[in-house]
Every structure is written in C-alpha cells, then in structure tokens.
C-alpha cells in the first residue's frame, strides 16, 4: 500500500523568505501527486498536481512543486512567503482506482 | 456556485445517539468521498462512492455507514457514536477520473461525549 511522509510537522518561516515544505511517497507505480492546503476553519484547496510531463509544475498562489522519482518527493516550495500563507498544507498520493492517500500536514507559521 | 455543502458544521452529541451528517454537491460529479481528520493523521478516507447506489469502504469505515441515492447528495450516518468518532469530518466530490481536483466542503466538527 501506498504511504505519505511529510517529515515536518511544523515549520515557521519570516515573510518574505523563501519556503520548501517536503513530500516522500512510497508508490510502486507512477504516482499521482497532489498538494492541498487547509486554512484555519476551511475545507481543502488544491494547490497543484502532478500526473506526468515536466516534473516542475506551477500552482496556484505562487507555489510550485517538483517531482523527483529517484528521491520518491514531490516537495512544495514557494520563493518569497505571505503572511496570508499561513495554514497547513497536505501532500496526497493517488493510487489507481479511487484512493488517494494523504500525509500528515505540516503546519506554516509566517513570522512578520 | 461551485461547492460542496456540509451539514452540521459542528454538533456536540452523547454516546450511541444516531447522526447524519448530510452532504451535498452541486458540479454534478460521480465521486463522493468521506474523510475525518485527526492531528497527526491527516485525511483517513472513511467511504466513497463512484456514482448513484455504489459505495465502498475506505480506510477506516467501522461504525459509519453512507447510502447514495442521489448523485447530489452523500450522507454520513453515525448509528451508534462513540467518543473515538470525535472528529473533523469532510466530504469531498470530483469527476469520475481520479486524477481530477477533490473539491471539499467545510468540515463539520462533531464531538461525542
């Protein structure tokens, strides 16, 4: 079965500085790969996606991820933080079929 | 607009009295999910269903039960609750392919004392 890791459970970074939340999945295949971000009182947004091609791709907001099959991660990343980014942020793995499997979040704080 | 709609948004109820927490979506999508959150665990999916009369279990469905009789409308009913069904609860909806966007509702906040 497939799982996600998302090593860090919180992380706090300044505004303005750079950010790189990270994502390792165990998959046997070719994964599907998503990153979602929940603010306080909110249900799930999705940022990005990952099904095949470029392995960089752009989400919204400002944020893009990078598939990186030898490293099993899909790490989100963002130059120059908000503050209006603080929330947490879940990386999901798709399985084929109808699951998708999502890690245990990493909370943001943005430091002013 | 686009949403899906989840209700109650929180409900604080005893032990073994019987809930449904409605949901409901208006993109017209197959899929409809059920998901409880948990600090540390993330999204544990709980049922979902591919279309009209077809559900499924999912990673943790003990003590749940769904029913799909409308393609709009996913209810989750807690027939007996106990206090490990304390929990953050969302429904979520795409299109049939799976590797379309879920779309989720607010989260409804139940607490079972």
């Known amino acids: 079965a497939q799982s996600v890791t998302q090593p860090d459970i919180h992380i706090t970074v300044s505004e303005g500085a750079s950010l790189e939340l990270r994502c390792n999945y165990s998959y046997g295949a070719t994964p599907y790969l998503f990153w979602y971000v929940q603010s306080p009182g909110q249900g799930l947004q999705l940022l990005l996606k990952?099904?095949?091609?470029?392995?960089l791709v752009q989400g919204i907001k400002g944020f893009e991820a990078e598939f990186k099959r030898s490293q099993s991660s899909f790490n989100l990343r963002k130059p120059s933080v908000h503050w209006s980014d603080a929330a947490e942020y879940f990386c999901?793995?798709?399985?084929?079929?109808?699951?998708?499997?999502f890690g245990a979040g990493t909370i943001l704080r943005v430091k002013s | 607009e686009a949403q899906v709609t989840q209700n109650p948004r929180y409900l604080i109820t005893v032990t073994g009295k019987k809930l449904t927490v409605t949901c409901s979506q208006n993109m017209n999508h197959e899929y409809m999910s059920w998901y409880r959150q948990d600090p540390g665990l993330g999204l544990r999916q709980i049922y979902y269903s591919m279309n009209v009369e077809v559900t499924d279990k999912g990673d943790v469905p003990e003590g749940y039960k769904v029913s799909r009789k409308e393609k709009r409308n996913f209810p989750l009913i807690l027939e007996s609750p106990s206090p490990n069904q304390t929990s953050l609860y969302f429904c979520a909806s795409r299109t049939a392919a799976n590797t379309g966007e879920l779309f989720f509702g607010e989260g409804s906040r139940l607490t079972v004392l």
């Open positions: 999901a793995v798709g399985e084929y079929g109808n699951k998708l499997v």
């Open positions: 990952y099904f095949s091609g470029d392995t």
